[in-house]
């Protein structure tokens, strides 16, 4: 087999472990004195992980300070908002907790603390950025894997543009992935979460630009999820189970960094962009009308994502995706979500404005009137 060329560069320090959450303190540390805890409105809280961090940080003789407002799907106004608060307030470390909303934002506040002006001429390459706070990262969801890579996907409040910032500034200092911390999912979270997951590592897997260094990680990501993901679903006390969900969706997160994502992505991102849907759900309603009009173009990538699913060959991954998804109550469409007919033609061409690189990297180039196509089965 000849190797393409590729370039790997990726400086994540991953801290990974049952019970690793008390030295969240220790690390933020190392960085600054003064602490914006970003996190959203209600999960951190009632799960008690806010508390017991101000005391892990308090512990360390850190000052800290919250910024409790992000949303799913999360604005760049936000961002900007939170930027503004550590600006004023001096802050030196951002320390994000929660899913990948969560994260997003973090990252995003700690880049436009030191980088003025809207983020999205940053995201769209109209200004360069100067660096960002050091940003400490601790996933309670395990899905995006934003812990492990320089994406934070926003929303842009007046267009509905939904892009990543991509910035190796915006790599965590320190990523704490503590499995015991996701286990106050709820079940439908995890669904949805662990979907998005599998598909960050096939993605990557089918994407034109994966290296072999990301190859391994992705199929290995597939791996773990095909084999612990219902498990856990089904059973909260499997630690195995949660553990290497929690590093597969982690390692999904690296993947991406290198080989992007491909059209499931691609064709989601105006969906959840426009109607603020839950962006696991919208993939689970547009990857199996994706994949089953893909794998001619790539049958024997395909063949490999359903034998690592546990299948046999490329004809059997659509059945597999789809049990799993029936297994995991998250059939769905784009409609039963809240995304209206109308919302098509919109959609289509914001896919080509906010996605065309992912759209590029899929086995299959689709066409615009085949993007439509799928946008309408998907409904
Ligand atoms: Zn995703």
């Known amino acids: 087999m000849e190797l393409k060329a590729f370039e790997y560069e990726l400086p994540v320090h991953l801290i990974f472990g049952a019970g690793k959450a008390e030295c969240i303190g220790k690390e933020v540390k190392k960085y600054g004195k003064k602490v914006l805890i970003v996190t959203g409105r209600g999960s951190t809280k009632r799960s008690g992980l806010l508390d017991r961090v101000e005391k892990l940080l308090e512990a360390e003789g850190l000052e800290h300070l919250l910024f409790d407002e992000v949303e799913p799907n999360p604005l760049a106004s936000t961002a900007e908002k939170g930027a503004q608060i550590a600006r004023e307030n001096g802050c030196e470390v951002v320390l994000g907790l929660g899913g990948g909303s969560i994260m997003d934002c973090s990252k995003s506040i700690a880049f436009a603390a030191v980088n003025e002006g809207k983020i999205f001429d940053y995201i769209y390459g109209k200004k360069t950025g100067k660096g960002a706070l050091p940003l400490i990262l601790v996933p309670t969801t395990c899905g995006t894997g934003s812990e492990g890579n320089c994406f934070a996907v926003l929303t842009d409040d007046e267009t509905k543009d939904k892009k990543s910032l991509r ?213």
């Open 167 to 379: 910035d190796y500034s915006v790599i965590a200092k320190a990523s704490v992935i503590d499995p015991e911390l996701m286990m106050t999912m709820p079940k439908k979270v995890l669904a949805s979460v662990g979907f998005d997951a599998l598909c960050h590592c096939m993605e990557a897997y089918l994407s034109k630009a994966c290296a072999p260094v990301t190859e391994l990680f992705a199929k290995e990501g597939i791996r773990l999820i095909g084999e612990n993901l219902v498990k856990a679903y089904e059973n909260y006390e499997d630690k195995d189970a949660w553990g290497a969900i929690s590093l597969a969706s982690t390692y999904g997160g690296m993947v991406i960094n290198q080989a992007g994502v491909a059209a499931s992505h691609g064709l989601e991102h105006p969906a959840s962009g426009l109607r603020n849907i839950t962006h696991g759900r919208g993939l689970a309603a547009l990857t199996p009308v994706i994949y089953k009009k893909s794998i001619p173009a790539a049958p024997e990538r395909f063949a490999e994502i359903a034998r690592l699913l546990g299948g046999k060959d490329e004809n059997e991954l659509v059945d597999i995706l789809e049990q799993l998804l029936e297994t995991l109550e998250l059939k769905t469409s784009l409609g039963n979500e809240g995304v209206k007919m109308e919302d098509v033609d919109w959609m289509t061409e914001n896919a080509f404005k906010v996605s065309l690189a992912s759209i590029n990297n899929h086995p299959r180039v689709f066409t615009k009137e085949e993007v439509r196509e799928i946008y309408i089965e998907a409904m």
